[in-house]
């Protein structure tokens, strides 16, 4: 059984930048392709990038181009978000999942706050 | 990139079926996959590819497409199946970019 298990929640400052992971288990890390998506308090899923295994390389929304990097660590089974110039719209609760959707981390709840 | 439009909210009578629709250009060439959440929870998968269900979903839980909408269908909704629902599906403009609907609220009444 597949398990994505996140970091817990932070608080940041304006500025300031955030790095959440996001721990596999029950499976073999190297054949899963990881996205990230978020959602702000009492909104929708937002989608923000992941690996694409057809191109093989990781691709970002626009909307998060140049303030956003997802990395891994395959001797950690371990994929890593960090988004970086934390402004106050980036308050939310960020998600794992497995590319088909198919398996999520519990949420890592960011809080930018001055 | 393109949009998936649902309806904001819905509502259905216990034990009546319920019909949420996904609107978007990328549903004429991908499929559509939805997502059950319930407050607090990640989402959960329903839906996938053409009417997959995972593993432990219901079977009160169907998908169809037409055209450019995609349409989660529940059967005999239950008390359980209050939620919000997304739906999300491949951006039609070849990038792979990923995108998701607004969301639809449902309510059991």
């Known amino acids: 059984q597949v398990q994505l298990v996140q970091s817990g929640a932070e608080v940041k400052k304006p500025g300031a930048s955030v790095k959440v992971s996001c721990k596999v288990s029950?499976?073999?890390?190297?054949?899963?392709?990881m996205h990230w998506v978020r959602q702000a308090p009492g909104k929708g899923i937002e989608w923000m990038g992941g690996?694409?295994?057809?191109?093989?390389?990781?691709i970002y929304a626009q909307s998060f181009q140049g303030r956003v990097t997802m990395t891994e660590d395959t001797s950690a089974d371990t994929a890593y978000m960090e988004l970086s110039s934390l402004r106050s719209e980036d308050t939310a609760v960020y998600y794992c999942?497995?590319?088909?959707?198919?398996?999520w981390g519990q949420g890592t709840l960011v809080t930018v706050t001055s | 990139s393109s949009e998936l439009t649902q309806d904001p909210a819905v509502s259905v009578a216990l034990g009546q079926t319920v019909r949420i629709t996904c609107q978007g250009d990328?549903?004429?060439?991908?499929?559509a996959s939805w997502f059950q959440q319930k407050p607090g929870q990640a989402p959960v998968l329903v839906i996938f590819g053409e009417n997959k269900r995972p593993s432990g979903i219901s079977d009160r839980f169907s998908g169809t497409t037409s055209g450019n909408t995609a349409s989660l269908t529940i059967t005999g909704a239950q008390a359980e199946d209050e939620a919000d629902y997304y739906c999300n599906s491949r951006d039609s403009s070849g990038n792979h970019h990923v995108v998701f609907g607004g969301g639809t609220k449902l309510t059991v009444l």
């Open positions: 690996f694409d295994p057809e191109d093989h390389e990781t």
């Open positions: 029950g499976y073999t890390f190297t054949e899963l392709s």
């Open positions: 999942a497995t590319a088909g959707y198919d398996h």
């Open positions: 990328s549903l004429r060439t991908y499929y």
